[in-house]
Nanobody, 128 residues
Framework: QRQLVESGGGLVQAGGSLRLSCAASQHTFSPYAMGWFRQAAGKEREFVAAIWLTASSTYYASSIKGRFTISRDNAKPTVFLQMNSLKPEDTADYYC?????????????????????WGQGTQVTVSS
């Protein structure tokens, strides 16, 4: 079964940085897009960033734009989320997602329902 495996979460002070990684556990897994979502305690899951792998287009939530960067490893379906200038409000469980269905410029990359594979999540805690 295809799986996404996240790594890189942890505890960091405000203003610090973390780099999250998401790798597919099967080499035959070929998503068209991959993204990151997060869910803080008591809140709904929210979009963070996504990358359309075919077009190398990136998408960001306004709350993290300029601080977070999503990137890819061209050798395999792996994406990274570089998080800089972290704030306490960035504290959440971060989930990697992948979309294997048809993808185009009309795809809503921001909606979690448009991704059909999810990782188990990695916890990010930012202390003040």
């Amino acid at each position: 079964q295809r799986q996404l495996v996240e790594s890189g979460g942890g505890l960091v002070q405000a203003g610090g940085s973390l780099r999250l990684s998401c790798a597919a556990s099967q080499h035959t897994f070929s998503p068209y897009a991959m993204g990151w979502f997060r869910q803080a305690a008591g809140k709904e899951r929210e979009f963070v960033a996504a990358i359309w792998l075919t077009a190398s287009s990136t998408y960001y939530a306004s709350s993290i734009k300029g601080r977070f960067t999503i990137s890819r490893d061209n050798a395999k379906p792996t994406v990274f989320l570089q998080m800089n200038s972290l704030k306490p409000e960035d504290t959440a469980d971060y989930y990697c997602a992948a979309r294997t269905g048809p993808t185009s410029y009309s795809t809503n990359f921001y909606a979690p329902g448009n991704y059909n594979y999810w990782g188990q999540g990695t916890q990010v805690t930012v202390s003040s």
